[in-house]
């Protein structure tokens, strides 16, 4: 069974301070990651997607890759109370089809305190 | 704007009936997508198709059907509705097959099986 797993929280940050979510993936082959945030009653919405090893910025966002030690992350900088919101992680991996598909956490909830 | 629309956005049912959710995407994307969303779990894949006449089977599809006569519309079917079939419903829809590119997201059909 491939996995995602996210520590489902709450995590709570003080307003200004850098929020901090991780993932892990149990499939090795995986190659695409991505962060979608999804706000109470509402639907997913992309956040940011990395690819390669390392770290990739996106104004406050900040994802960081790790393939060896299968692990993906997503910093926030300045969190701000609109910032509240839960945190889905989804990684490709190969389906029973042959094709890939998004297989995805069940999210972590953040709760920036003003 | 291009969109994705679901309907009905709530809906409640008694165990065996027939239920069809509606999603209908006007950005022209071959492939759609049928997810349920349930409390410490992440999005399930229900269904999908890859573009018109073809449907293929989700980690969660026993229960549920779709057919694809066009490219705009992805009906969700439950043939007789259960309790265990109570959740939150997403449908989605992606330009490509390949790992990389956004899932757009409709709003979601909340349905109570009773």
């Known amino acids: 069974q491939k996995e995602v797993e996210q520590n489902s929280g709450p995590l709570s940050v003080p307003e200004g301070a850098i929020a901090s979510l991780n993932c892990t993936y149990s499939d090795r082959g995986s190659q695409s990651f991505f962060w979608y945030r999804q706000y109470s009653g509402k639907s997913p919405e992309l956040i940011m997607s990395i690819y390669s090893n390392g770290d990739k910025e996106d104004g406050r966002f900040t994802a960081q890759l790790n393939k060896a030690s299968q692990y993906v992350s997503l910093l926030i900088r300045d969190s701000q109370p609109s910032d509240s919101a839960t945190y889905l992680c989804a990684v490709y991996v190969l389906y029973m089809d042959s094709n890939y598909q998004l297989i995805w956490g069940a999210g972590t909830k953040l709760i920036i305190k003003p | ?13 008694e165990t065996g009936r027939q239920v069809t959710l509606a999603c209908h995407q006007t950005w022209n994307h071959n492939n759609m997508f049928w997810y349920r969303q349930d409390l410490g779990h992440g999005l399930r894949l229900i269904h999908y198709s890859y573009g018109v006449h073809d449907t293929n089977k989700g980690e969660v599809s026993d ?34 097959q390949d790992m990389a590119g956004e899932l757009f997201f409709g709003e979601g059909s909340r349905l109570t099986v009773l």
Request: charged share 20%; aromatic share 6%; hydrophobic share 25%.
């Open chain 2, 1 to 13: 704007d291009a969109e994705i629309t679901q309907s009905p956005r709530h809906k409640i049912t």
């Open chain 2, 63 to 96: 229960g549920y059907s779709v057919s694809r006569s066009n490219t705009e519309d992805l009906p969700l079917t439950l043939e007789s509705a259960a309790s265990s079939q109570t959740s939150v419903y997403f449908c989605a829809s992606k330009h490509g």
